[in-house]
Every structure is written in structure tokens, then in C-alpha cells.
């Protein structure tokens, strides 16, 4: 009878408290048996993870070891009924040699057997031995009989000189048998799932079912706000109520119509329970778990890829801090078929924003993801100096570590950068885009004004003549005037439309290719090649796009009524140089340019000369790219190199991968492994990331040049990564939730970034570690 109460003890963890206030009001707690009691896993599941939260909850690693036991606590029962299921712990070798006192006596196998009168022997089968403090215990009375204080059953015997005389007093000892009967009936009644209390289990079983499904579904409130960036809470954390926020809403209107939801309101609403798994802090914890598994996904690919690039930017928030995303790119090779990913790790607030500051930064955050500095072999900024400072920015600073991280300033950038040069480098590329300004903010600062607009949208000028007839304010009417008919500050002139069509048709490229650019998994073999392909381009309108653009801008003036000539200036003369010895009477002629091939030299081909000026600069080191991984990119190149040339470019790529005395790769290993490879790709693999599939295929054949091609696909092109993070940053973040931590808004960022790894997370297996936590209380 007192075991059986004491069994029936465990299923008082479902009762109401009748302290429980309102949701989020007060805090309560659950025990480790509540816990188990209400969220443990399947029965076949069980089994393992009970005793993962045992263990850690009495604060051992040998749960077998009933020298152990003493730290049990109110878990008793619990543990006694999971010990009788497992049975005592397994036996040591025979040859074990065990540990001697100070007489060379020892514990021996042979005290496993007890030998009867009638030369029969029995299994000791109760006998533990205690590695741990090299004594022997009684398994059932240490189990089953709490009121015994002899050495088998509370602190352990170690007298090997009368181990014999104990044995066999312990076992003829009424006690002993009583817990053996005990221990025999209560493992046949587990092992048939007919204990004593069975319909409490049953009660118990049911319970376990609810809360498990209650938190799956609360979990997915959590995830679907999550990845659409929404927020939590509202002015009022009692649901029901308004202003209760988002998450609550949402539980509310799963309860309209889900069974589970409506049970667990009813006893939210009837304080049936002590907890419910709707306040602020398990959505924080929540949040967290869930940010926390999808991290563990990706270092786990990043790991597992071995090299990775880092992307870093920076941008302020709405609280006017200076955040930092941290971007990982790496070779997924995890996969059925290699794939270029990148990665949101985190945001870091930086207070220091010099390139010494950002690169303790980006150290630190390595070392907190198990990332080693040693791996990464690229880096990719934006251009600003603490960055790409070749003396103390950031990229500097990495490459005086580790030479091997390659670093590219975003091809995004320097494309917006090449075309600040060509807006900048004329005074009549810089009056056209001001007139472009002008006329963008007189129509944007009036809603009136751009009402007009839309109307008259795409006949500009026929939208400012009509303002200038018909506005009744002396200022706008003038300005409007101007913008239409001047010649110098408007769009009336023959020139301006030229200028338009110029610019249009440069624009309309880069932009082309920008966005190309801006892929995840862009490459830089492809683009070089959307590079080499922009300045072909540019070389050609040179040569004759000038004629051109005027052509179709002597259309667009027709339509507009509009004399398709040049402006008369003043006109320039330009002074052939004097060479020496020659007279100056011959020097006195002078070259007049007509307006037309003043506009054409000083303007046309001026911002034509400085784009290809500032593209070849500002992408030098995609020249330095393809000079190191050219053959392995180009693969007619590979194709066609000879031995000597081949073995160069191996020679290059593998000085290129060294630091100090490590190397990458081996080129002359390299070299044939190229030799066999170009032969035997298949016809139709063409670029890189086909190469390397093949190579995973064939797994271990060419083990040098599968490290060169991760490599080269790893090393990235641009940061725009790290600005579409930005894009969720300012969503999160906004100003009405201002004040959110810092830890908060990594996690809901990784969750609404990273939202394909989250449909990849196990819901279920989640649910039950955030309620086991391994023993530890949890806060509702």
C-alpha cells in the first residue's frame, strides 16, 4: 500500500493552481516529473530522450551507477519505474582488472555466482558493481527499500575480506527478498503496461497527447509571424482582450475552429491549468529555439563545405545603431548536387565602425559559430574605406591573417560607382542630371502638381506647359516655364534629348547587368563575363552610337515640335600645339568646332573614355581572378592548354592558395588530375558548378581539383545579401518596436531570411525538448 501511494504521487502534476493569475501575470514553474508527465514523446520514443532528462536533472552522467542515486530528488518513483524497465547496469569484461585496496584485495566476477549446497549456481543478478567508488550495491533494496541502511543499499560495501559472509547474509535476509518480489512484479506489470495505476497512465498518456499538439500549434503561430516579419504582442497581454497583439490573435482564431485550441482556452479561461504557454517569455524562448536550430543547420553545411567566404555591410536601424550583417558563402555539398549558397548568421550592433573595430568584430563572431578564420577564402565589402582600405581597412586586416581570403569589392557598387564617374566627369553630364532632379522634385512636392503628372505621364512637357498656362502662383508658373522651354536649364533643347537617349540606352545596359549580378549564386567566370560583355558594348557605342542616339532624338523633337539642332555658344578654338623649329605664321590657324562636334567630343565621348576608364579600374581584381582561375573557368581554355602552360597555371593557382607552409592544393597533383579531367567531362558540361557535380560523382578521383573549384565558386562577387538583410532589418525593426534586443532581432531575422531551412525543422522533436529542457525549470 505505501508503494502504491507513493506510485500514485507522480500524477499529481496536472492539478490547478489556484494562485494562477492571468496569462503573463504571474510566473510559474514546472518540475522536472510535471514535465515529463505532460510532454514526454511517444512511448516507443521515450525511452532515450527520459533518460537524456534524468540524467542531466540529477546532475550525472552514469544513471546506471547507483552510487548515483543519492541526488534523486522528487523524481524517485519516475526513476525507479525507468531503472526497473532498463535493469541494472551492465557488467563489466572479465578481464576487467579491478582496482586493489591496501591488502590487494579485490572485487571479482566469480561474487556475480552463488553457488547452492547442491552444487547448482544462481546469477547474483541484483549484484551492481559501482565503477565510480569501487563498491558493490543491491540493486532492488536500493531501489525498493529506502528504510534500509545497511551498506548494499545506501552507500555501497567494500569490505572484500568478508564479501562472501555479507553475500550470503544479505540474500537470506527477509528484507532483501521482500524487494526482490517487489522488483520482479512491478518489471512484469511495466513490461505489460499493467501497473497498479494504470488508468492514471492512461489519464497521464492523454494529457501528454494535449499539451504535445497545444505546443506544435503555438509553435507554428510563432514561425508564420516570424517569417512575415509581424509582431507579437500588442498594448494588452491578455488574450481576449484588444490590443492583445498578433500572437494571441492568432491563437484565438485557431481556436474558432480547431478542437485543441478550443480545449485549451477552456482551461485558460477556467484556470484549469498552472500554465499555457501564451506569455511573452515562451515567445521568446520560442523565437529563440527556433533561431537556434536553423543556426545549427547552417554552420553544419558550412562546416561540412570546410571553405566559406564572409559578406559584410553596415546600415543604421530605426534606434540610430550602427548595425553589421554577417553573410556566409559556401559550396553546399551536403546535397544530391552541388549549389552556391549564402547565408544570414547575425546582426551586430558595432559601436566601432573603423576597419580595427569591424574586424574584432567579425573575429569574435567566428569564434562564437566554431568557424575558423583559417578557412575562409574570400571576403566581399562594399567600397567604403574602413572596408577596402588598403592599409587599415577591414580586407587588409583579414589578409595580413590569412592571405588566402581573397577579396572582392561588390560588382554592384563598383557599377554605381563607374557611373558617378561618367555623371561627374562632364559639366554638361552634370547640368543634365540636374535638370533631371529639378524636374522630378517640382512635380513630387505637390500632390497637385502630381496629379498632372500622372495624367500627362509620359508627355512631360506637355504636363509643364500646362501648369505654366494654367497655375494660378506666379513661382510655379515660372518654374514651370523654365523647365519646358530653356534651352540651358530645361528640357526644350535638341541637346537635352540627345543627352536622354545617350543616357538612357548606357543606363538600360547596366542595369542588365546589375541585376544579373545580383543572383546568390552569381560566379565570377560568369561575371567576367557580363563585364567583358558591358565593355564590348560600350567600346562599340563609342564608335557609333553618337549617330545613332541623334537619329532617334531628331524623332522624339518632331513629336515634341522641337528644331533638332545644337545650341549656338560661344565658340570654341582650339590652338594646334607649336612643335619646335616651326614658324608662327603657320601656328596662326585655329580649329573651330561646330556645336554639334563640340557636344559630341566634350561630352560624348568624354563620359564614353571614363566609363571604360573606371570599369577597368574598379574591377582590377577580377583581372587578378582570371589570371589566377582562368583555366578553370574558361574550360575551352582548360581544352586547349598545353602541358607547359597548364602546368604554370597550376604552379599560380597553388602559390596563390599557400600560407606559410600550407597549401591547398599540390600543383603537380593538380596538373594530372586536369590532364584526365578534360578528357573524360561529359560534352555537355560547360561551366564551373557542372564541373564540380561531376567531380562530387566521382568522388575522390580528383581530390585536388574538387578543392580548386570549391574554391573558385566559394570567392564572391557581391554584398547583395547583405543589403536584402537590410530589407528585413528595417521590416523587424521598425519604430514601434524600436526598442527590441539585439538577440531578439537576429533571431527573427535568421527566421524570416533563412525561412527554407525553417520548413526544413522538426516540429515535433522540438516541441518535446523545449518542454524537457533537460530537466531545468522553464518559465510560463
Not at 571553405?307 to 544530391?336: G, K, W
Not at 571604360?612 to 581572378?625: A, K
Not at 594530372?672 to 560523382?697: G, M, N, S, T, W
Given at each position: 500500500m505505501e508503494n502504491n501511494a507513493e506510485r500514485h504521487d507522480t500524477t499529481k502534476n496536472v492539478g490547478v493552481d489556484e494562485n494562477m493569475t492571468e496569462c503573463g501575470r504571474e510566473e510559474a514553474t514546472f518540475e522536472p516529473e510535471n514535465v515529463n508527465a505532460e510532454f514526454n514523446k511517444k512511448d516507443d520514443e521515450n525511452k532515450n530522450e527520459k533518460s537524456d532528462d534524468l540524467v542531466e536533472h540529477c546532475g550525472f552522467s552514469d544513471m546506471y551507477d547507483p552510487a548515483n542515486w543519492e541526488n534523486i530528488g522528487k523524481g524517485w518513483n519516475e526513476w525507479r519505474d525507468f531503472m526497473v524497465i532498463q535493469g541494472p547496469s551492465k557488467r563489466l569484461p572479465s578481464n576487467y582488472s579491478f582496482p586493489k585496496d591496501g591488502v590487494k584485495r579485490h572485487f571479482s566476477h566469480i561474487y556475480y555466482t552463488r553457488q547452492m549446497s547442491d552444487g547448482e549456481k544462481k546469477d547474483r543478478r541484483w549484484l551492481v558493481y559501482s565503477k565510480a567508488v569501487n563498491k558493490i550495491f543491491c540493486f532492488c533494496c536500493k531501489l525498493f527499500n529506502k528504510s534500509d541502511k545497511t551498506q548494499l543499499a545506501t552507500t555501497g560495501f567494500s569490505d572484500w575480506k568478508n564479501i562472501l559472509k555479507r553475500l550470503k547474509e544479505h540474500e537470506s535476509n527477509r528484507d532483501h527478498i521482500l524487494c526482490m518480489k517487489k522488483w520482479l512484479e512491478l518489471e512484469l506489470r511495466l513490461n505489460k503496461n499493467q501497473t497498479i495505476d494504470k488508468f492514471a497512465q492512461d489519464e497521464i498518456n492523454k494529457e501528454r497527447t494535449h499539451w504535445r499538439q497545444v505546443l506544435l500549434r503555438i509553435i507554428s503561430v510563432v514561425k508564420t509571424l516570424a517569417k512575415q516579419n509581424l509582431a507579437f504582442r500588442g498594448s494588452n497581454d491578455n488574450i481576449g482582450e484588444e490590443g492583445c497583439g498578433n500572437f494571441l490573435s492568432f491563437i484565438e482564431m485557431i481556436a474558432d475552429f480547431d478542437p485543441v485550441m478550443i480545449e485549451h482556452l477552456r482551461r485558460y479561461k477556467e484556470r484549469e491549468s498552472r500554465s499555457y504557454f501564451l506569455s511573452n517569455k515562451i515567445q521568446n524562448e520560442l523565437i529563440a529555439m527556433l533561431a537556434n536550430e536553423v543556426k545549427s543547420m547552417i554552420i553544419k553545411k558550412i562546416q561540412g563545405a570546410k571553405?566559406?567566404?564572409?559578406?559584410?555591410?553596415?546600415?543604421?536601424?530605426?534606434?540610430?545603431?550602427?548595425?553589421?550583417?554577417?553573410?556566409?558563402?559556401?559550396?553546399?555539398?551536403?546535397?544530391?548536387?552541388?549549389?552556391?549558397?549564402?547565408?544570414?548568421?547575425?546582426?551586430?550592433?558595432?559601436?566601432?565602425?573603423?576597419?580595427?573595430?569591424?574586424?574584432?568584430?567579425l573575429q569574435d563572431v567566428l569564434a562564437v559559430f566554431d568557424l575558423k578564420i583559417d578557412d575562409v577564402r574570400g571576403q566581399g565589402y562594399d567600397n567604403g574605406s574602413n572596408m577596402k582600405g588598403k592599409h587599415k581597412g577591414v580586407q587588409k586586416r583579414f589578409l595580413e591573417i590569412n592571405p588566402r581570403a581573397f577579396y572582392t569589392p561588390c560588382s554592384c557598387h563598383s557599377l554605381n560607382l563607374a557611373l558617378c564617374d561618367m555623371a561627374t566627369t562632364s559639366s554638361k553630364a552634370i547640368s543634365f542630371f540636374g535638370i533631371i532632379q529639378r524636374t522630378y522634385c517640382f512635380f513630387s512636392a505637390s500632390n497637385k502638381r502630381w496629379k498632372i503628372f500622372e495624367d500627362h505621364a509620359p508627355k512631360i512637357m506637355d504636363a509643364l506647359v500646362y501648369i505654366a498656362e494654367n497655375s494660378d502662383d506666379p513661382k510655379e508658373q515660372s518654374e514651370a516655364e523654365c523647365l519646358a522651354t530653356s534651352e540651358t536649364h530645361g528640357i526644350g533643347s535638341f541637346e537635352f534629348l540627345v543627352s536622354m537617349v545617350i543616357w538612357y540606352n548606357l543606363l538600360s545596359v547596366v542595369n542588365i547587368v546589375s541585376k544579373s549580378l545580383q543572383s546568390e549564386d552569381m560566379n565570377i567566370d560568369v561575371a567576367i563575363d557580363q563585364l567583358k560583355g558591358l565593355v564590348s558594348y560600350f567600346q562599340k557605342y563609342r564608335d557609333s552610337g553618337f549617330e545613332k542616339a541623334k537619329l532617334e532624338a531628331k524623332e522624339i523633337a518632331e513629336s515634341m515640335e522641337i528644331e533638332a539642332v545644337f545650341p549656338k555658344k560661344a565658340k570654341r578654338v582650339i590652338k594646334r600645339k607649336r612643335h619646335y623649329g616651326?614658324?608662327?605664321?603657320?601656328?596662326?590657324?585655329?580649329?573651330?568646332?561646330?556645336?554639334?562636334?563640340?557636344?559630341?567630343?566634350?561630352?560624348?565621348?568624354?563620359?564614353?573614355?571614363?566609363?571604360?576608364?573606371?570599369?577597368?579600374?574598379?574591377?582590377?581584381?577580377?583581372?587578378?581572378?582570371?589570371?589566377?582561375?582562368?583555366?578553370?573557368?574558361?574550360?575551352?581554355?582548360?581544352?586547349?592548354?598545353?602541358?607547359?602552360?597548364?602546368?604554370?597555371?597550376?604552379?599560380?593557382?597553388?602559390?596563390?592558395?599557400?600560407?606559410?607552409?600550407?597549401?591547398?592544393?599540390?600543383?603537380?597533383?593538380?596538373?594530372?588530375?586536369?590532364?584526365?579531367?578534360?578528357?573524360?567531362?561529359?560534352?555537355?558540361?560547360?561551366?564551373?558548378?557542372?564541373?564540380?557535380?561531376?567531380?562530387?560523382?566521382?568522388?575522390?578521383?580528383?581530390?585536388?581539383?574538387?578543392?580548386?573549384?570549391?574554391?573558385?565558386?566559394?570567392?564572391?562577387?557581391?554584398?547583395?545579401?547583405?543589403?536584402?538583410?537590410?530589407?528585413?532589418?528595417?521590416?523587424?525593426?521598425s519604430y514601434l518596436r524600436s526598442s527590441m534586443s539585439q538577440e531578439r532581432l537576429s533571431d527573427l531575422a535568421i527566421l524570416s531570411i533563412e525561412r527554407a531551412l525553417v520548413r526544413e525543422v522538426d516540429f515535433e522533436r522540438l516541441a518535446n525538448d523545449f518542454v524537457g529542457k533537460k530537466g531545468k525549470r522553464i518559465t510560463l
Open positions: 571553405y566559406f567566404s564572409v559578406i559584410l555591410d553596415c546600415t543604421p536601424d530605426i534606434s540610430h545603431h550602427e548595425q553589421m550583417t554577417v553573410i556566409i558563402r559556401c559550396v553546399n555539398v551536403s546535397a544530391t548536387s552541388t549549389k552556391v549558397e549564402e547565408f544570414f548568421l547575425t546582426f551586430l550592433k558595432v559601436d566601432d565602425t573603423s576597419g580595427e573595430g569591424l574586424f574584432r568584430e616651326e614658324e608662327s605664321e603657320n601656328v596662326k590657324g585655329s580649329v573651330v568646332l561646330s556645336p554639334e562636334e563640340s557636344f559630341r567630343i566634350d561630352y560624348f565621348i568624354q563620359i564614353m573614355d571614363q566609363a571604360l576608364y573606371s570599369l577597368e579600374t574598379r574591377f582590377e581584381q577580377f583581372q587578378r581572378y582570371e589570371q589566377i582561375f582562368g583555366f578553370l573557368f574558361d574550360l575551352k581554355k582548360l581544352q586547349s592548354a598545353s602541358d607547359d602552360s597548364l602546368m604554370a597555371s597550376c604552379t599560380n593557382l597553388k602559390d596563390a592558395l599557400t600560407h606559410g607552409t600550407y597549401s591547398d592544393i599540390l600543383a603537380s597533383d593538380l596538373f594530372y588530375e586536369l590532364k584526365i579531367l578534360r578528357e573524360a567531362l561529359p560534352k555537355e558540361v560547360r561551366r564551373p558548378i557542372e564541373v564540380l557535380d561531376f567531380l562530387q560523382k566521382v568522388e575522390g578521383c580528383y581530390p585536388n581539383s574538387w578543392i580548386a573549384y570549391r574554391v573558385l565558386l566559394t570567392i564572391p562577387v557581391l554584398v547583395a545579401s547583405a543589403e536584402r538583410s537590410f530589407s528585413k532589418l528595417k521590416l523587424i525593426k
